[in-house]
Structures are given as C-alpha cells and as structure tokens.
C-alpha cells in the first residue's frame, strides 16, 4: 500500500514537471500515459484496501454457515457417545443412529433405607440410614427431536455448504492418567471452504492465531489428540446463530 502511495505521488510530480519542462508537443502524450498510470495505481491501492473487506465478509459468510454443521455434527457425537458409550467416525452410522435412538426421560429423587449392619451394631432397629439418588425412567423422547427439533438436516450435515466435499470425521480413544477416554474430530481445510477468494489472503487466514479468528488451517471441532469437544472458532459465531 505505501509503495503504491509513492508511485501515485511521484507519478503526479511527473506530470506537473513535463507539462512545465517538457516541449509542447510531447507533453500532451506524456502526461496522458501518466494518468493512465496514476489511474491504474489508485484502483490497485483501491483494492488493497477493499479486498480485504470484502474478504473478509465473505469468510464470515462461509465459516457461519460451515460452523452451524459442525455444530450438528457435535451434537449427535455426544448423543451417540452418551447412549453407545464411544463416538463414531463413519457419517453412515452416525445419520442411522440419529433416525432410531432414543433418549431416557429420567427422573432423579432422593431416597433412603435403613443401614441394617449399623443398627444391628448398635442393638436399635431403624436409627442409622443410608442416603441414596433413585433414578426412575419416566418415558423416552427421540434423539432426533430433540437435537434437530425433529427436522433431517442431519442427513446433510457431513456436507461442507457451497463445496463437493464431506467433513473429514475421525473418532478414536486416547488415554490419559491410565484412563481411557473416547475422542472424535471433525474438520475441514480452510482452502476448500474460501476456494476462489484471493489466494494470498487466504494464506494469511491459515496462520491466523487468534482470540477473535478461526487458528490454523482447519476448521474444526473435537480433536484427537485432547479430551476436547469444543470448536477451534471464536464466540461470535455463537452469538450470531443465538440471534
């Protein structure tokens, strides 16, 4: 931009000292090839400064929309990891899993019963009691309704919007403390999602290490190599699918 600056500039200081030095009969032509120059050089300066705007608001537009499935696909990982006790990495499973399963409606109570041993110890028959959490089993509700308000979007979540390509889905175990614990990471690169946008602002967003931006070169959530279901993307996509 400030190479761009000093060549407008010094294209401009051109143009007055021909037309004050230079004969006639040349300057006319001289001067015309300058502003040729000087109009060419402000469009580019232009555009250094629009681009990356308009870049910008069309990476927001696209992450959003990306962000929203991954969103989907997170929420039937925890489902099938709470009902299955492990995640799934096949989009197949997962979408057959969505269709049939079921949630318990539970209920959860305090209760008691006499501590038989204690009371017997101590030569009483109902003085010592044990706390206990009853847990009764109201009915069932259907994972689908309750996670995608009983429409099929699931059934395309896998899809990364405006591109040909599905998610890349991984799930696994990793252990941690001699505890094992199951792990799933769904992602996609930043270069399908902005295919076509300006090539070197797309480098620059790849290497983004943010609070407010999307880090690295993935679009993500959950990850393998940490207990971890969370998304790489800041809260501000958050607050714009609240509103």
């Known amino acids: 931009?400030?190479?761009?600056?000093?060549?407008?500039?010094?294209?401009?200081?051109?143009?007055?000292?021909?037309?004050?030095?230079?004969?006639?009969?040349f300057n006319k032509?001289?001067?015309l090839i300058l502003w040729i120059l000087i109009a060419f050089l402000g469009y580019k300066l232009y555009d250094s400064v629009?681009?990356?705007?308009?870049?910008?608001?069309?990476?927001?537009?696209?992450?959003?929309?990306?962000?929203?499935?991954?969103?989907?696909?997170?929420?039937?990982?925890?489902?099938?990891?709470?009902?299955?006790?492990?995640?799934?990495?096949?989009?197949?499973?997962l979408v057959r899993f969505i269709d049939t399963a079921q949630f318990a409606i539970v209920q959860r109570r305090d209760s008691s019963y006499a501590d038989v041993e204690k009371n017997k110890a101590y030569g009483i028959d109902s003085g010592y009691f044990i706390d206990v959490i009853v847990t009764d089993t109201l009915g069932f509700t259907s994972v689908r309704d309750s996670l995608y308000d009983g429409t099929?979007?699931?059934?395309?979540?896998?899809?990364?919007?405006?591109?040909?390509?599905?998610?890349?889905?991984?799930?696994?175990?990793?252990?941690k403390n001699n505890v094992t614990y199951s792990v799933f990471e769904a992602k996609v690169a930043k270069?399908?999602?902005?295919?076509?946008?300006?090539?070197?602002?797309i480098l620059q967003e790849k290497q983004v290490v943010s609070v407010d931006g999307v880090n690295g070169a993935y679009i993500k959530v959950g990850s393998m190599d940490e207990i971890n279901t969370s998304g790489n993307w800041p809260k501000i996509y958050d607050a714009k699918e609240e509103k």
């Open 152 to 175: 099929d979007r699931y059934k395309t979540m896998m899809n990364v919007p405006g591109t040909d390509q599905q998610f890349e889905l991984n799930a696994g175990s990793i252990e």
């Open 191 to 201: 270069d399908v999602v902005l295919k076509g946008m300006d090539k070197d602002l």
């Open 50 to 93: 629009i681009g990356p705007v308009k870049f910008n608001e069309q990476k927001e537009i696209r992450y959003a929309k990306v962000i929203k499935n991954l969103k989907d696909i997170k929420a039937g990982e925890l489902a099938y990891n709470e009902i299955n006790g492990k995640f799934t990495k096949n989009f197949d499973s």
């Open 29 to 31: 032509f001289i001067s």
């Open 1 to 25: 931009m400030i190479l761009l600056i000093i060549g407008i500039v010094l294209c401009i200081l051109l143009v007055f000292l021909i037309e004050k030095f230079v004969p006639k009969k």
